[in-house]
């Protein structure tokens, strides 16, 4: 039987899968404008048609966003669609998270735990 090895995610399917770090996050932005627009028509009630329409969208080019074909549409137009949807539209952009190396953490822990206990003694 063979052994199978976890990695830890980086938070971006998209990197994860070996997309260059630009289109990685351009796939992950468009991806989620997507997702909301799709869950934002689940949860108005409306048919395609009628959706579409509010949208500004034709029927086809709405039924492209629900098939998840996120390629056909630019940043511009998935902003577009949620803006006519009604939906809040955010954009954050942040420094990387530094991540903290365990063996430092671990030595501070020991030298912390080391002073504490010359003090007592």
Same mark, same amino acid.
């Given at each position: 039987?063979? =052994?199978?090895? @976890?990695?830890? %995610?980086? %938070? ?5 899968? %070996?997309? =260059?770090?630009? =289109? /990685?996050?351009?796939?992950? !932005? ?15 009630? !409306?048919?395609?048609?009628? +959706?579409? &329409?509010? !949208?500004? !969208? ?13 390629? =056909?549409?630019?940043?511009? /137009?998935?902003?577009?669609?949620? +803006? +006519?949807?009604?939906?809040? @539209?955010?954009?954050? @952009? +942040?420094?990387?998270?530094?991540? &903290?190396?365990?063996? &430092?953490?671990?030595?501070?822990? &020991? ?6 206990? /010359?003090?007592?003694?």
């Amino acid at each position: 039987m063979s =052994e199978s090895l @976890i990695t830890k %995610g980086s %938070g971006n399917v998209f990197l994860d899968l %070996g997309f =260059e770090p630009q =289109e /990685a996050q351009n796939l992950l !932005l468009r991806s989620r404008a997507s997702a909301a627009i799709v869950n934002w028509h689940k949860d108005s009630g !409306l048919t395609q048609a009628q +959706a579409a &329409k509010k !949208l500004g !969208l034709t029927q086809p080019r709405f039924n492209q966003l629900l098939k998840g074909k996120i390629a =056909e549409f630019s940043h511009d /137009a998935l902003v577009n669609t949620a +803006a +006519a949807a009604g939906l809040q @539209i955010t954009f954050n @952009i +942040a420094a990387p998270k530094k991540r &903290k190396d365990a063996t &430092k953490s671990n030595l501070r822990v &020991k030298k912390a735990a080391s002073k504490k206990l /010359a003090k007592a003694a």
